[in-house]
């Protein structure tokens, strides 16, 4: 029994501290894209009316406005990745973000990324639901503001069994 016990605090352990690698692992992708996308420079810099002109080729209506939205979901998203908050629904809007991507231009390129295939973003859609399921984990914001929350609660009730 304490064995198992153990292990289970080990796995928790071992998964609550690995989550920020994942949302290292999503979060800088996106925010380089959406610097790319916004302010237009870095290794990808499109800049939003280039970005425009990218979607309106591809028959997206409004190109402007949905040039805007992908940017600031991407560098928005992506900084509040790298700091662990809001991370269930930043997760969330990245996912759909990288799932249109993936069917509007990359899935008819077939799959390796060299090819402008699925390879990339159909990754960075999977990794995105995982963190909508698994939440932060540890060195996030959330965790410091919803801990303190946890943490009091445990000692008033403990207080409250001691009195």
């Given amino acids: 029994m304490a064995q198992t016990v153990s292990r289970q605090l080990s796995s928790e352990t071992t998964t609550r501290w690995s989550l920020p690698l994942v949302r290292l692992a999503l979060g ?46 991407e560098l928005v998203g992506g900084i509040l990745l790298l700091v662990g908050l809001a991370v269930r629904l930043a997760s969330a809007v990245i996912a759909i973000d990288m799932l249109v991507a993936t069917v509007l231009y990359h899935l008819p390129n077939g ?38 929350e946890d943490r009091s609660a445990d000692s008033s009730q403990s207080r409250g069994r001691d009195e």
Wanted: charge should be negative.
């Fill in 28 to 73: 800088i992708p996106m925010l380089i894209a959406g610097v790319g996308k916004v302010f237009g420079v870095g290794p990808k810099p499109m800049g939003i009316s280039g970005f425009a002109g990218f979607l309106a080729s591809l028959g997206v209506p409004l190109p402007t406005i949905a040039a805007w939205g992908v940017g600031l979901v």
């Fill in 111 to 148: 799959y390796p990324v060299t090819s402008n295939g699925i390879e990339l973003t159909l990754t960075l859609t999977v990794i995105a639901v995982a963190l909508v399921l698994s939440g932060p984990g540890a060195f996030s914001i959330e965790g410091v503001l919803f801990d303190q």
